[in-house]
């Protein structure tokens, strides 16, 4: 009996499931937008995790 999936054309994870949605380089700029993001709202992104990180 065959395996249910063809790994090999079927399962895409990371850059080739966003480079096979978008195109050739998408998943790279995926990650470069991501690190924009991150960089200009690190400020808030940091204050919304303090309200976790509190110590009893």
Do not use: H, P, S
Not at 2 to 28: I, R, S
Request: charged share 40%; hydrophobic share 40%; proline share 0%.
């Amino acid at each position: 009996m065959a395996g249910m999936l063809d790994l090999e054309n079927e399962l895409k994870v990371a850059d080739e499931f966003w480079d096979f949605l978008g195109g050739q380089g998408t998943y790279k700029d995926l990650l470069d937008c991501f690190e924009r993001v991150g960089i200009e709202l690190r400020k808030e992104i940091d204050d919304y995790f303090m309200k976790y990180n509190k110590q009893k």
